[in-house]
Structures are given as C-alpha cells and as structure tokens.
C-alpha cells in the first residue's frame, strides 16, 4: 500500500484543479443551456497568453493572470455577443455546432501559431513540496491549484447569489421572458456570463499550464474533463461541482495506480460513462 | 410538366451515376483518387446526416466506427491472413457491434448529452487503443493484402459505398421508417403517440450508420495501407463530416453530395496547408450557420422548390 495516501492526497488536490476547469462550462449550461465546446480549447489559449507574456516580461506565469483574467473576460464577451447570441433558440444544435465551430478555428490557429511543441508554464513553483511528516509530502504547485481554484469557484458563486448583475444573471436564466418584462437586457446578461465563464476557463487555462504540458490540441481533452465533471456532479451547483471534480480526478489516480499511467485517461471515461447510465442527472443533480 | 420533369430528372442522376461509376476507365489517376475520396466522404456524411438530420442524434463519434472498422481490417488482413473484402464487412459488423454495446449507455441521454456521450466513447477507444500491445500501441499496424490489389478494385468498391449509401437513406427515408423518423423529428411526443417506436427507429438509424461507417473506413484504410490509433479515432473525422453536412444542407439527401464535392476540393487545393483548409471549413460552417442554417441544398429548397431527391412519396 505504500503511496496509496499519497496518490489519495495528490487525486484531492487535483480535484480543485479540475473543478475549476468545470465551473465554466457548468456555469454557461445553467444559464444559456449552451455546451460551449470551445471551452477547452480557450483554456488552452490562456495558456499561450500566458506563456508568452510570462517570457517576455520575465514574470511568474501567475502574475500573468492581471492580464488574462481582463482578456479572457473580454473574448467570452464578445463570442457570446457578436456569434452565440445570434444562434440561440428553441434548438441546441445551432449553438453546439457554432460552438465546435470556433473550437476547431482555434485549435487550427494556435498549431499554427505556435507550433505542435509541447509546453508547459514554468516557475519556481514547480518542483517544490513540503513534507507532512510520514512519508506523505504536499505538492506546491498542487496546493496553489486548489486554493486558487477554491477562491475563483466560491467567488463566483457570491457574485451570482449577492451582486445586482449576479441577480440578473440568474433571473435570465430562470425565465429569460420573465427577465426581459423585468428589464433584464439578456443579451448583455448572457454576455456577461459568458465572460465569467471564460475568465475562470482562462484562470484554469494558466493553472494547468503551470501544472502540466499542452499542446495546440490539448483543448477536447480538458473538455471532456470539464464535462465529466459536470456530469458526475450534476448541472450548476458548486458543491456538485467541487465533487466531480474530486470523484474524477481520484478516479484518474487510482485507476492509473492500478492499471498502469496510460489507463489513467481512460478510468476517467470508464466512471464517467458508468454514472452517465446509472444516473444521467449526476450524482449530485436534481431529479 | 412534373411527370417530364421527374422523367428528366432521372435521365440525369443515372448519367451522373454511371458517369461517377466508370472514372476507371475515362478518367486519368487523379480523377480516380479524387473521386474515390469523394466517394468515401460523400458515404461518411450521408451516414452522419442521417444520425443528426434526420434521426435527432447528434454524434460526435462517428470516429469510433471509423476506427474500429479500420482496426478490425488490419488485425484480421495482418495477423490471421483473412481476404482483404472479408475483413471489410466484418469491420462493419464489429462497428454494428459496438454501436450495440455502445446503446446501452448513451441511449439514456438526450440531445447534447447523446453528443458528448459519442464523443467520450470514442476518446475512450482512442486510448485503449494506443495502449493495447495486441495492437502495437501508438505505432500503428500495415494492412496486409492478402492478394494483389489495384487502385481499380479499391474505387468500385468506393463506389459502390458511396452512391449505395445515397440510395440506402432514400430507400429508408420512404420507408415506414423513414416517415416515422420525419413524424419524430417534427415532435417525437406526438410521434410517439401516434404508434412511431421513437426507440427502435432511432436505434436502427444508428445501427445502420454505424455499418456503413465502418465498412467505409475498411475501404478508405485498404487505399491507405496504414492505421494508428491517433488518427483512427482522432475527431477530426467527425469536424470534417459535420462541416460537409452543415455546408451542404442538413436534413437534406443532396446535401452531403454537395458538401462531401467541396470539401475534397478544398482539401485538394489546400493539401498541404492543413491547418488552414480546416480554420477555413470551420469559419465557412458558422456563416453558414448564421446566415443560411440549412445549407446551399436546404436554402434552394427553399427558395426554388428544387428537390432533386426527395424523401417524400407524396
């Protein structure tokens, strides 16, 4: 059993890591009823930004994360308003299939703009660990994950349930004719909204740069990640959320500790589609 | 006159036919490849259309059943020395099958949830596969002829993939199946009510696209000798189908004809700059989207009543 607490331990951690590359998705679904497939792949994108305001200015990729955060915010903002918005109706196949649209277009964009190399958001942070005492020891880089993955996650959440804008937010999604005889502008609302989710997605983009390696391609793996995590937890609710994520990614954990490191991808679907039969809803989810 | 219209009508799709049919023997090697790649897409995008145009189900998987036909092929060609056509139809029939298993679990979910659920069974199958030693891993595995081939052999068989597949969904489509999955694709609830086995017609539909699907890839990978998990069962084969359906008209059956002809042409003047031949189907597919939702062949529907193909008997 040696290592077991340990890779317990890493599976929790990582879990808030991958809580946070959920919330988005999560978000934009309760309240636009849109599967952004471009979510992935627009983490992957901050994850670029990133890297390259990190070399040049010589900085932390964390404290890239001033500029990003505005950025992402501003390019959620602007897909939803100028491109979503318009496919929105009855149907969620227009949106889904716009969604996979841009998803593809950057993907393309990001290969040829900044090759297939593998990279990854280097700092200080990465090799550093402090013991516990046993033989247990806490990952830095880890740990920064899931504190700054709490912190964005339970932040959003007071900025829906206490802010005006937050209200409105939730009224849209609730009734969205309801709003507009409120005088909830929805088509700024859903904006909005779609830049919060794509500010975290940037957040958890720089995150798992810092945590990992990624390619131009590296998008559709971290969506269905965020999906999973949305499935196993259940649609629009943070602790549901926090859960999957930890569900998921102990999953990941064990299941590579038990079959080998190239089945970890794999457990993780394995849980996935077994909960996706048992209960569609998520574990978590309403009824 | 309609009667001399129909008539006329016929005249010419069996001249295009019989024209696509015979590119061996007028045509020179390029037109043979190229139509042969149209043939193979045109059989793939019917196949999704009919999923997503027709049935209400949205795959993003198709690349399971391209992979596993493919698969199937090479195991049987290169390790047990089985004719190459053989392998073809068992390649199908291993689709056939885990489209079966597959039900079990993702027949459960509607709509995006059926999408996402194709998807992660085919990332599931992308990994298995590229860590399976039976398979080599990652590498890869050559298709073994166990005779002769010639480029000939490989294009009817295109062929017969390619416009079979246009007449298999426009004999469904007037099938009572076929008028069952239109009355569900208006409103399944009614559908329903009415006696339509929403169920089983939409089972059916995946069953049988996932036949073809693999077959179709069975052939594709006898023309290309090679097969590695990462592009087997990589998603761009589901990119590449959705843009051909949604460019040329989804729900339509002249649809992916038009779309599958643009696509090989595009790719064709663009084969060496990938990246961009795909940035450029994804921007056309969102204009499309937003400003002729149902493509160049369900926009001249539209507007002109032109229905080369109809799936209506009335």
Known sequence: MEGLAQDILNGLLLGGLYAIVAIGLSTIFGIVRLVNLAHGDLMILAAYLSLFMAAALGISPLLTLVAIIPIMFAIGYILQRFLLNRVLGEEMEPPLLVAFGVSIILQNFMLMTFTPDARSLMSDLSLMTFALGGNLSVPVLYLIDFC????????????????????????????????????????????????????????AGVLVGMTFTFYPHSGPQYLIIAFGVVVIGGLGSMKGTFFGGLILALAQILGARVFGPGYQLLCGYVVLLIVLAIRPQGILGRG | MPNQFTKVKWIILAALTAGLGTVPIWGTDYAMLFFMLFCIYLALAQMWNLLAGYSGLISLGQQSFVGLGGYTLAVLSSYYGINIWTGVGLGGLASVLLALFMSLFIFRMKGVYFAIGTWIFAEALLVWFSNWAYVKYGSGLFIKPTNELSMEAIYAAAFVVGAGSVALV?????????????????????????GVEVFRSKLYCFLISAFVTGITAGIFY??????????????DWTVKLVFMVII????????????????VLLSQFLAEYFSVSMLILGGIAIVVILVAPKGIMGTLQEKLGLEVLSPRRF
């Open chain 1, 148 to 203: 700054i993955a709490s912190a964005v996650i339970v932040g959003q959440h007071y900025f829906l349930q206490y802010t005006y804008m937050g209200r409105g937010i939730r009224a849209a999604s609730d009734d969205k004719y309801a709003a507009k005889l409120m005088g909830v502008n929805t088509q700024n609302t859903y904006a909005v909204a779609m830049g919060i989710a794509i500010m975290t997605a940037g957040v």
């Open chain 2, 170 to 194: 426009y004999i469904l489509l007037r099938s009572r199946l076929g008028l069952g999955l239109m009355a569900m694709r208006d409103d399944d609830q009614v559908a329903e009510t009415l």
């Open chain 2, 222 to 235: 006898v023309f290309q000798i090679f097969i590695q998990p990462y592009k087997a069962f990589a998603i």
């Open chain 2, 248 to 263: 040329g008209g989804i729900g339509t059956i002249e649809g992916p004809i038009v779309g599958a002809l643009l696509y």
